[in-house]
């Protein structure tokens, strides 16, 4: 979803820094796990507010409904049947898409210049204009969301609604939802709240909730308050410690300029052992040695 | 004038050029995915899908042929003890003091490991390739593997494009030796002067 902005904030692939000189408010969307009653009206609001229409899927057996995020499911509902403690039955849904990270793997490694953008109030896009379909956001994801159409070839993912919260209203998720399990505004308010509903489930026997927005991404601008906040991995493989992978690290950090230095300097060295040493010329009746 | 002699037939050399331009190619659409500084090159594919289309298909020409090529070879890349007394001076090969090195056959130590270097690198590239090929495949491979074939895809890419800068500058500097891949041929001065074992077997002296 494009938006020309001011407000963009990093830009993948691209090496010098973008317009800095505007700043807007970090925002961020809360889900309280708590409060959800998995009605999916989120993800009837997503394809209203996105123009998107999923192909019909099969019935396995479970409640997710479509099976996973695609180009046109950009959030799913999870739903979990967890035990937690012996013969106490938990059905934990979880809305799964995007969790707009403050340090994206995604745009770190994208390959093509302003196909992912990260706007200044956190929220994480892409462009998919400028997007050549080379899946390597997939490989930067440590939550395993964007996904590529099968029939443009592009990637796709929530945009948290960037284009309305562009105008100044809450994300179609957040408007829609009945029990007010979706909230939206700046990201200290956001965690404000959800320290008010910790307490509230701390009281009610849940000694570990807690609120889901993980350092290892330097934060998210998608949190969740979890029951369990002690084990994430309850809600449907939410990673406990999520980070951009070493690899990805790897390759995309300091790596890839030495490397670009080391071809430079091979074509260099090349060049000056010519104008030194000189090439390499043999008489054309040489005498034998 | 003495006669030239012979290095590389008509199909060797049409061989070597079609891996050398396959090469020029995946390189360049390569290195515009590698990083920004050279996403400019995608203007030479039509842009950046087309680059990201185009790219492994002509990865698949440069392996196949490359294969071929390498079968053709092979034989010629064994090691040697010459070839470690070889390797033993390079600092004067480099410094073109070439007196008294040992006598070796249709190719130095130095062109040999080039020819291990891309016997292992071309297949890694297909491997490691076909992993993150999209749309085609990468989807039915595990997202940790992904990550892996685009670290050792690059790597190896970058070491091969190393090989290859300093096989295209050893051509440029070892005067005579184009038109071994050119015309096909090379004089017998250049033969004695480079390969005097291999120029004893094509001319019995």
């Known amino acids: 979803m494009a938006l020309q902005s001011l407000d963009i904030k990093a830009r993948s692939a691209t090496t010098t820094q973008s317009p800095a ?36 899927g099969h019935n396995v057996g479970v409640y997710d409904n479509p099976h996973d995020l695609s180009d046109q499911s950009w959030t799913v509902m999870r739903f979990s049947e967890v035990e937690v403690e012996q013969g106490r039955l938990e059905w934990l849904i979880r809305k799964d898409g995007c969790m707009h990270c403050a340090d994206p793997g995604c745009l770190k490694a994208c390959p093509s210049p302003g196909a992912i953008v990260q706007y200044s109030n956190g929220i994480v896009d892409f462009h998919e204009e400028n997007c050549i379909g080379c899946g390597y956001c ?56 959800a320290e008010g509903r910790i307490t509230d489930l701390k009281e009610r026997g849940y000694s570990n909730a807690a609120l889901y927005d993980p350092k290892g991404v330097g934060g998210t601008h998608v949190m969740y308050v979890l029951q369990h906040g002690d084990k994430p991995e309850l809600y449907a493989n939410l990673p406990k410690d999520p980070g951009i992978s070493p690899l990805v690290g790897l390759w995309k950090g300091v790596t890839k300029p030495l490397m670009n230095l ?26 034998t040695d | 004038m003495s006669k030239p002699i012979q290095r590389y037939t008509a ?6 050029w079609v891996v050398a331009i396959a090469f020029i190619l995946a390189g360049l659409s390569g290195l515009a995915l590698f990083h920004p500084a050279f996403f400019f090159l995608t203007n030479l594919f039509g842009g950046g899908p087309w680059t990201r289309i185009l790219h492994p298909f002509i990865g698949v020409v440069m392996f196949l042929f490359f294969m071929a090529m390498a079968a053709r070879f092979w034989r010629f890349n064994h090691f040697t003890a010459a070839d470690r007394q070889w390797m033993a001076r390079i600092g ?19 062109q040999k490991y080039l020819f291990w270097t891309m016997v292992v690198s071309i297949p890694l590239l297909l491997l490691s390739g076909i992993v993150i090929w ?59 002067h480079h390969h005097r074992a291999w120029y004893r077997e094509m001319t019995g002296k």
């Open chain 2, 92 to 110: 004067d090969v480099i410094r073109n003091r070439d007196q008294g090195l040992p006598e070796i056959g249709k190719y130095n130590a130095g």
């Open chain 1, 21 to 56: 000189a505007r700043k807007t408010t970090e925002v961020a969307k809360l889900i309280d796990i708590s409060k959800c009653i998995g009605c999916k009206a989120c993800q009837a609001a997503c394809m209203e507010w996105n123009d998107l229409r999923d192909d019909i």
């Open chain 2, 134 to 192: 999209q749309p085609w495949f990468a989807p039915y491979f595990p997202i940790w593997l992904l990550r892996a074939a685009v670290v050792v895809h690059a790597l190896t890419a970058w070491i091969m494009i190393l090989g290859i800068i300093v096989h295209v500058y050893a051509a440029i500097w070892v005067k005579g030796s184009v038109r071994a891949m050119t015309r096909g041929t090379v004089s017998e001065a250049w033969a004695k």
């Open chain 1, 262 to 287: 080391g071809l430079g300097l091979a074509v260099f060295a090349g060049f000056f052992h010519y104008v030194t040493a000189g090439p390499k010329e043999v008489e054309e009746e040489e005498k």
């Open chain 1, 138 to 193: 997939i490989t930067g994801c440590p939550f395993n969301i964007p996904r590529i159409s099968k029939k443009d070839h592009k990637a796709y993912k929530c945009t948290l609604c960037s284009d309305r919260v562009g105008v100044g209203l809450e994300p179609a998720c957040v408007k829609t939802c009945p029990t007010g399990a979706i909230v939206f505004g700046s990201k200290a308010d956001m965690i404000h709240h």
């Open chain 2, 11 to 16: 199909r060797e050399r049409s061989n070597h």
